[in-house]
């Protein structure tokens, strides 16, 4: 059974960093692309970045310069490093195995405030 869980969120003040972890299981990562989407309140999804399969990586311009995407094959996790937080990336998070985000997992809550 393909699954994926998110972890990691949590508050943090702006300026900020958090990693978000992203456990899979009944597939093997590095073998497809790989995306992170999130959705803030009352929005809809927004795709911030993807991995390929060879190790190619690519982000939204929202994102560019403060998120890192990475993976660890012998867990079978993706990452996502976001640093210098805003209020603005408040949303839940989430990995997916496409870039719309419709084969997401349950998503992790990042919210940003002082």
């Known amino acids: 059974e393909v699954q994926l869980v998110e972890s990691g969120g949590g508050s943090v003040e702006p300026g900020g960093s958090l990693t978000l972890s992203c456990a899979a299981s009944?597939?093997?990562?590095?073998?497809?692309?790989m995306s992170w989407v999130r959705q803030a309140p009352g929005k809809g999804l927004e795709w911030l970045t993807a991995?390929?399969?060879?190790?190619?990586?690519y982000y939204a311009d929202s994102v560019k310069g403060r998120f890192t995407v990475s993976r660890d094959n012998a867990k079978n996790t993706l990452y996502l490093q976001m640093n210098s937080l805003k209020t603005e990336d408040t949303a839940m998070y989430y990995c997916?195995?496409?870039?719309?985000?419709?084969?997401r997992g349950r998503g992790t809550q990042v919210t940003v405030s002082s």
């Open positions: 009944g597939f093997d990562i590095s073998s497809i692309a």
């Open positions: 997916s195995r496409d870039r719309a985000g419709a084969t």
């Open positions: 991995m390929y399969k060879g190790g190619s990586t």
